[in-house]
């Protein structure tokens, strides 16, 4: 089955991974001045943390995702996979975490 999409030129793809990376950039700085103006929270406290790592990880394998979809190098359901895959863990955790809070077992008493 052929498909009606134009490829990408390669300078456009590189257009487009420059942007995303600045794109990528900007978050990070923004994130750590949140944390160095919270003051309360140490780097080190933040760079320790589970989920610091999971939102690298999930970071990471969306950007490579996309560049290798854009590239032709990935199909597009294996891409639409892959998305779905993390969107699934991330609602996963975010679920996971509410029933904990939610749960009066987890009630510390002040």
């Not at 456009?12 to 794109?23: E, M, Q, R, S």
């Not at 990880?57 to 895959?85: K, N």
């Amino acid at each position: 089955m052929e498909s009606n999409v134009a490829p990408l030129s390669p300078q456009y793809i590189l257009y487009l991974g420059i942007l995303a990376t600045a794109g990528l950039v900007a978050c990070w700085v923004s994130f750590w001045q949140a944390v160095t103006k919270r003051g309360g929270q140490e780097i080190r406290g933040v760079l320790a943390s589970s989920g610091f790592f999971r939102t690298v990880a999930v970071m990471g394998v969306i950007a490579a995702a996309t560049v290798l979809s854009l590239a032709d190098r990935l199909p597009g359901q294996i891409t639409g996979a892959i998305l779905s895959g993390i969107v699934g863990y991330v609602l996963g955790q975010l679920h996971s975490r509410r029933n904990e809070d939610d749960d009066p077992q987890n009630l510390k008493p002040k």
